[in-house]
């Protein structure tokens, strides 16, 4: 069996000052995935992504890349990157740019021409491949940092915030590209602040708050399934908040409503029932359907993202 694109066990990073970037990095990343990893600004997701590129040791734990050790340097001829916070090479040329990263690749020069024009191409820079990049936007040089992420025809690619910057043309077609890649069979691992962007493009996410994996959903089964039920009623005793819990993952109670997120709407005439044999008055029995920022606010909090 092919190995998961991305393994870590118990990953954990304390830098000298003995701050806790990351208390417990413990996640699988199937091939050909799009995964998003979310959080709030804080919660280690930089730390994490450095620890997975080997540009930072972890202080203890173990993780694969691609069913080789983290340690293992060959493994990044397989794997791109774009930072979220870059600095290119001002005075060189987009195509100059893109032929001096298929060189560090090690790419043969007979292809390297040919990839770097497709590229540009595909990142809606072809009329600009002679301009310097220090004469570009940031939109622009968030595009041409994409197409080097894609040089090598990685087998798994780094996103980090790849549409900041962008306007919606430019996220649209950072979207495309990344269904693209699914289609290939690459696997993507993706932050992003923009929930809506995520919800449309990932498979499935997961949440990191202080450092630690807290969950991790998959975003057919968020769409299909899981809702936010809303209840406004009299009588609410503590054993009937109790007895909510059966069907609830997130339950908490504001005045007179309860507030709780459940796995199906199959679950509502058995909640209702539940309510009514317990005398409980209900004057309200809302559900609706969860969106990616409710489960991210439900389970990091309200924090800043």
């Not at 979310?38 to 730390?47: D, F, H, R, S």
């Not at 032929?99 to 790419?107: C, F, G, P, T």
Request: glycine share 8%; hydrophobic share 40%.
């Amino acid at each position: 069996m092919t190995p998961p694109a991305i393994e870590t066990q118990h990953l954990r990073k304390v830098f000298n000052d003995d701050k806790v970037a990351v208390a417990d990095l413990t996640l699988t990343v199937e091939r050909g995935e799009v995964f998003g990893f979310l959080g709030p600004n804080g919660a280690g997701k930089t730390t994490s992504v450095k620890m997975l590129l080997g540009l930072i040791s972890p202080t203890s734990g173990d993780g694969k890349l691609l069913g080789a050790p983290l340690k293992d340097v060959s493994t990044y001829t397989k794997v791109g990157f774009l930072p979220e916070h870059f600095r290119f090479h001002d005075w060189l040329t987009a195509e100059e740019f893109l032929i001096l990263h298929a060189d560090l690749y090690k790419m043969p020069r007979g292809i390297t021409q040919k990839r770097a024009h497709e590229l540009l191409e595909r990142v809606a820079l072809t009329p600009h491949m002679d301009k310097k990049l220090g004469a570009f936007s940031k939109g622009m040089l968030q595009r041409i940092g994409l197409a080097q992420a894609l040089l090598n025809q990685p087998e798994l690619v780094f996103l980090d915030e790849p549409t900041s910057g962008l306007d919606p043309v430019g996220r649209r077609l950072v979207r495309d590209i990344i269904k693209d890649l699914r289609r290939q069979g690459t696997t993507t691992f993706l932050n992003s602040h923009f929930l809506s962007e995520v919800e449309v493009t990932c498979d499935r996410v997961a949440f990191i708050k202080n450092g630690q994996i807290v969950r991790t959903a998959r975003m057919d089964a968020l769409v299909e399934g899981e809702l936010t039920l809303q209840i406004k009623a009299k009588h609410i005793s503590p054993m009937v908040e109790t007895g909510l819990q059966k069907w609830g993952k997130y339950t908490k109670k504001e005045d007179a409503q309860i507030i709780m997120t459940i796995e199906s709407e199959a679950d509502l005439p058995a909640i209702n029932r539940y309510l009514v044999d317990q005398d409980v008055d209900v004057y309200a029995f809302s559900p609706q359907k969860v969106s990616l920022e409710d489960l991210f606010l439900q389970v990091v909090g309200n924090g800043d993202i």
